[in-house]
């Protein structure tokens, strides 16, 4: 069955700095991968996906993240992090074919000024 | 407006009571989805449905039963709530299976004393 590991479970950065939030999965032939955002009290918004196409993946708000098939990772990235990002990440796969999404156990970015 | 609607916000029962959470879409999505969101443990998936009128179990359905009459309802029932079942509830839906991002409701916040 598929599964998802996001590495840490939190990750101070200071403001303005570039931060790497990591995501791996377990092997599969094809997937579909989607990084979630949810700031406090509310439901998770989407950040970016990758379905096919391009391994550079292009999100809102200035984030990006980067398909490795060959190391089964989906790791998100921004290179200069704002107070409001202050949020909760989480990683999330899906397998071709398959109706459900799996999500990781999430990361929680804290943004030191 | 457009979107899903998770209700009530906040709920506080007894065990032994049942509830029930409400979700309603306008999109006229085909798949939702229910999640309950525990510190430690993501998002695990409770039940899906496809279409009206079919359901599916996810990863932790035992003491939740789900209905789905019309594509915009999909209702959860605690048919006997515990303790455990404590936490906060996330319904979602999307236009189809895995290869496409959910949409996230605000979530339902249940305390079960």
């Known amino acids: 069955a598929q599964s998802v590991t996001q590495l840490d479970s939190q990750v101070p950065v200071f403001e303005e700095a570039p931060v790497e939030l990591r995501c791996n999965y377990s092997?599969?032939?094809?997937?579909?991968l989607f990084w979630y955002v949810q700031y406090p009290n509310q439901g998770l918004q989407l950040l970016l996906k990758?379905?096919?196409?391009?391994?550079l993946v292009k999100g809102i708000n200035g984030f990006e993240a980067e398909f490795n098939k060959s190391q089964t990772s989906f790791h998100l990235r921004k290179p200069s992090v704002h107070i409001s990002d202050t949020a909760e990440y989480f990683c999330?796969?899906?397998?071709?074919?398959?109706?459900?999404?799996?999500f990781g156990k999430g990361t929680r970015l804290h943004i030191l000024p | 407006d457009a979107g899903i609607t998770q209700s009530p916000r906040y709920k506080i029962t007894e065990t032994g009571r049942q509830v029930t959470l409400m979700c309603h879409q306008t999109?006229?999505?085909?798949?939702m989805f229910w999640y309950r969101q525990d510190l430690g443990h993501g998002l695990r998936l409770i039940y899906y449905?496809?279409?009206?009128?079919?359901?599916d179990k996810g990863e932790v359905p035992d003491g939740y039963v789900v209905s789905r009459s019309k594509t915009e309802n999909f209702p959860l029932t605690l048919e006997s709530a515990t303790r455990s079942q404590t936490s906060v509830y996330f319904c979602?839906?999307?236009?189809?299976?895995?290869?496409?991002?959910?949409?996230f409701g605000d979530g339902t916040r249940l305390s079960i004393l």
């Open positions: 449905s496809a279409a009206a009128d079919i359901t």
């Open positions: 092997s599969s032939v094809s997937v579909y």
């Open positions: 999109w006229s999505h085909s798949y």
């Open positions: 999330a796969v899906s397998d071709q074919g398959d109706d459900k999404i799996i």
């Open positions: 990758y379905l096919s196409g391009s391994t």
């Open positions: 979602a839906s999307s236009e189809t299976g895995g290869n496409q991002p959910q949409h």
